[in-house]
Structures are given as structure tokens and as C-alpha cells.
């Protein structure tokens, strides 16, 4: 009986999780369908132009964002589930929050005073700062409401972050279609569009944390966010090289249209990402600590990691397996070169994903300076691997690049977080199924012919994998079993988001 309970005991935690990354998964894709059905909208109203000020910017932002973020989003998540009583809990968020929005007005200070200077070195004379002052303001705004949002996500209201996400991208893309379309101001509708919204997610969001948790501060507290964060700044940046130097050195070895055919097929494969990495990601954050707190974490650590494995490796063959299929049916015959992206791209997401569930012994155990130190080595072997692949191997080899950089910081993630903490994952079983995957993969390159041959066969390989896996036994019968209740729990959980079911809310 004490087996039996144990298990149970298991299984809903781990039917938590799921639901909640079901959640995140379905409000990331709601927000990129939204997006995509505006592409056409923006194509119309705004020229090439347009977009490569708008790539700078957001690449820009974002890399700033990573120095002043200063790793404070996973610190308010550790502090927060490691804290003793709801007075810490409420302190830690109100600490947070207050030396955020200290550090956010002395950033947009000392940005007003830079603005032109920083426009001239990114744009030259021809782009107006304006366009840079925009932007900026919008990310300081954003910077300081990520912390009201990072609260809700402690609390593991799921349902209410994706709900706040999507109206605000829907408020956006009508602001959007107003200021370009109907007041004609092009780029600066975009901008200004962001910086509104933003605005409004600030000062809704802060009145209600700052209701919530009141107005404490702990110098203490602080400390130990800040020792706990600062060292994933190098991880943040690491990851920012393992992503986008390849297109940097693409463009000055190969041309620009190879950039363009790779952008595309990458596109693909990150979509791995964007519907299972990140939405698990974002909760993952929150819930290893809560998960670390249980005395039977173990356990709950090793299925849930085989659980997440076989759903990223068989996502991840689904993508490589119909890309061609993909790019026939999406893109124009120009770009048919980027289907051999797309499943080097997709196995380097897998990794990655991999590789951030194995940080959780590093996480739990405050070593956030050995993240940073192997996300450095691994950016660091990006690089030279990019200049020497690309040189010999183009695109592709800027595919390969990415996926080995991946896999070494997935190894070397793993092995320095089985030192400071072991745990039962069960790494075996895991390989043997991505092996199983790559194999039903390369098979799958002897279909050729009509979309009408090829797409039933690959159909019929995708739906023996999961079966194939189940008759391996490679899943024990619990994992199985929580698989199953697992599935129901999600749909439910969604379903219920939109009114369509019941389900107990959040306590907000």
C-alpha cells in the first residue's frame, strides 16, 4: 500500500506540472499564430527597411536585457520556493520588485543621456533616434513588469500569465493596425505600440503584486538573489551566441542569401523550442523547488525527465521527419535548400532541452556559477566551430555548429550537476530512444515521391515510434501510467482555461 501511495504521490505531481506546462505550451502558440496571421498586414504597410531597423532593435534590447535582467527572474523563482513563510515569500517579492524598479530608472537615465550617440553607432545618421528611444523606454517598462509576472509565476497561475500574454498581444496588434494603417506612421506605430502596452502591463501588474506582498525590503534577501542570478548573466549570453552568431558568420563567409535560405529551415526546427522547451522552461523555474522540497524528490526528478525526454525526442522526429514536406508545402522553391536544416536544427533543440532539465542539481543547490561557466565553454566552442563549419560546410555546416554546441553544453551541463547533486536520471533509457529516433529518421529519407506516397509512409513510422517505445519497455509501467493520467490532466487544465471545463484556479 505504502508503494501504491508513493507512486499516486508521484504521479500528481508530476500531472502539476504537466498541466501547467500544457498551459504555457498553448499560450505560445496562440501568441505565434497571432503573429503570423499579420505578417501579410506588415508586408503591405512597411518596406525592407523597416524590418532590419526593427531586427537591430530587438536584437539589441534583448542583449541588453540579459546584462540588466542580471539572472533576477530565476533568483525571485529559487528565493521564493525556498523560503520558510508566506512573510519571506511576500519580502522576497517586494525586495525584487523595488530594486528592479531602482535599477530600471537609473538604466533609462543613463539611456536618454546615450540615446543618440548609441542610434548614430547602430544605425548611422540616416535612422532618426527616435526609433531607439522607443524602444528603450518600452524595454525598461517591460524589464520592471517582468518582475509582477514572475510573481504569478511562483504562484503557478498558468492560466492567468498566458490569459495576461494574449491580451496583450492582442492589444498590441490592434495598436498596430491603427497606427499604420490608419494613421499612416509606419515604424513608429510598431514602437509606440509596444511602449502603450507595456506601459498598461505595469502599472496593472505592479498595483497588483505591490497589493499582494505590500512594501518590505531585506537587504539579505537582495544578496541572495543577487548571488544566486549574477552568475547566469554569462549563461544568458552564451545562450545569446549558441543562437544567433551563426547568421553573423554565415553572412561574411557565405552571402546573404544563404542567411536567408538558413533562417528559414531554423525557423522550423525552433519551433521545438517555442512549444516545448520554453513553455517548460517557464514552468520548470518555479516547480523544481517546490518538487525539491518533497522528500521523494528523486523520484519525481527521474520520471519526470524521462517523461519530458521521449515527448522532446518524438517532436523532435516528427519535425525532421516531414520537413521536406514542410518546406514544399510553406515556402517557395527558393528556400527548398533549408530542408536539411530543419532536423540538425530540431536534434540541437533537443539537446538543449535536455541539457536545461540536467541544470536542476546545479539550481537546487544555489551553483549557478557552474551554469555560467559551461554555457561559456560552450559558446566559446560555437564559435570556433561556426568559423571552421561554415567555412567548409556553409548553412549546413552552421546547422551542425549549433547542434554540437548544444550537445556539449547538454553533456557538460549534466556532468558537473551530477557532481554537486546526483540524481537517478535515467540517461540510459534516454539515449537509447533518441538513437531509436535517429534511426527511424534516416529511414525515413528512403521515401521518395508524390506528397501523396510520402506523407502516409512518414505518417505510418511516426505512429509506430511511440508504440515501438511502449513494446521496448523503455517506459516502466508507472511512467505509463502517469502518461496517461497525465494527458487527461492537461486537456483539462486547458479546457478549463477557456471556460470549457472546471478546474480548480490558481490562489492568487
Known sequence: METVQEQHSVAKEIHTAVRHGAVYGLGNILTKVLGFLMLPFYTHYLNPADYGVLEILDLSMSLLGMFLNMGMTAAVLRIYGGAKSDEDRRKTVSTAYWFVTGTGLIAMLIGLALVRPASSMLFGAAVPPKYLLLAFSAFILGYVANLPRTYLRALEASGTVVMADTLGILLLLTLNVFFIAVLKIGLVGILLSSLIVAGLSLVVLSAWALYKVGFGFSTSLLKQMLVFGLPLVFSNMSLFALNFSDRFFLQHLQSLDAVGVYAVGYKFGYMLNYMLVQPFMVMWQSRMFVIHARPDHGKVFGQFFMLYSVLLIYAGLGLAVLSPEIIHLMVGANFAASREVIPVVSLAYIFYGLGF????????????????????????????????LILHFGMLGAAWATMLSFLALAVGTYWLSNRVYPLPLAVGRVSITLMMAVIF???????????????????????????????????????????????????????GMFGWGSRKPASL
Not at 461 to 474: G, N, S
Open 357 to 388: 532539465y540536467a541544470q536542476v542539481g546545479m539550481f537546487v543547490t544555489n551553483r549557478t556559477k557552474l551554469i555560467g561557466i559551461v554555457g561559456t565553454a560552450s559558446a566559446v566552442l560555437n564559435l570556433a566551430l561556426n568559423y571552421f
Open 441 to 495: 529518421y534516416l529511414f525515413s529519407r528512403f521515401s521518395t515521391g508524390s506528397l501523396v506516397v510520402t506523407i502516409p509512409v512518414k505518417a505510418f513510422l511516426l505512429a509506430i515510434f511511440p508504440l515501438l517505445v511502449w513494446k521496448a519497455r523503455i517506459l516502466s509501467p508507472e511512467e505509463i501510467a502517469t502518461v496517461v493520467a497525465g494527458r487527461d490532466s492537461a486537456l483539462a487544465s486547458v479546457l
